[in-house]
């Protein structure tokens, strides 16, 4: 199992909000590292969305946020679009032996 | 244009032997970290190995060390994974990542990405 835990899958209707989960330790996020978020779209390889807990790199839409408190993170997508569909995962660094980058589960999102 | 394009994946043995590389271009390479990202069949990702830009310290995962080095030849805008002792876990895309600002592993991200190149371990 992952160091940092998300859910399987998340699903939400077009224009909806929806919002992923990254739950980590007092030896990743808990310690005040920075959340980074992935977006992998079918048979691609990833594509980060957010950095730094809540900075977008150019070209991400608005949209798209990043959030943090305690030992988790969140991303929300607003205004969901039939091409967000996809994976995503968060990524931290962690001090433990299972560091020292680690990345969630990830989560699969489905556009209904 | 700003890429990343990996090589050398195959079919091997397990206990076999394989060396990735990955040829950057459309930037300052020197300048960067950079790192191995894998991904099983169907699975999620796992972090590999990185290595810094300019001092060229290394870093892996619990999993691979001991059995995997990454290096880099600044010369020739490439990185490298030489990977041996392998198992059939380590079946997966191989993907290279390059990390955007100098800093320590602590604030490691990854802002550009290969496509991948495929690594299957199997008798």
């Known amino acids: 199992q992952s160091v940092l835990t998300q859910p399987p899958s998340v699903s939400g209707a077009p224009g909806q909000r929806v919002t992923i989960s990254c739950t980590g330790s007092s030896s990743n996020i808990g310690a005040g590292y920075d959340v980074q978020w992935y977006q992998q779209l079918p048979g691609t390889a990833p594509k980060l969305l957010i950095y730094g807990n809540n900075n977008r790199p150019s070209g991400v839409p608005d949209r798209v946020s990043g959030s943090k408190s305690g030992t988790s993170a969140s991303l929300a997508i607003t205004g969901l679009q039939a091409e967000d569909e996809a994976d995503y995962y968060c990524q931290s660094y962690d001090n433990s032996l299972s560091g020292p980058v680690v990345f969630g589960g990830g989560t699969k999102l489905t556009v209904l | 244009e700003v890429q990343l394009l990996e090589s050398g994946g195959g079919l091997v043995q397990p206990g076999g032997s394989l060396r990735l590389s990955c040829a950057a271009s459309?930037?300052?390479?020197?300048?960067?970290?950079m790192s191995w990202v894998r991904q099983a069949p169907g699975k999620g990702l796992e972090w590999v190995s990185g290595i810094s830009g300019s001092v060229g310290s290394t870093h892996y995962a619990a999993s691979v060390k001991g059995r995997f080095t990454i290096s880099r030849d600044n010369s020739k805008n490439t990185l490298y994974l030489q990977m041996s002792s392998l198992r059939v876990e380590d079946t997966a895309v191989y993907y290279c990542?390059?990390?955007?600002?100098?800093?320590?592993?602590?604030?490691?991200?990854?802002?550009?990405w290969g496509r991948g190149t495929l690594v299957t371990v199997s008798s």
């Open positions: 990542a390059k990390i955007p600002a100098a800093t320590t592993v602590h604030y490691w991200n990854f802002d550009l």
């Open positions: 459309g930037f300052t390479f020197s300048r960067y970290g």
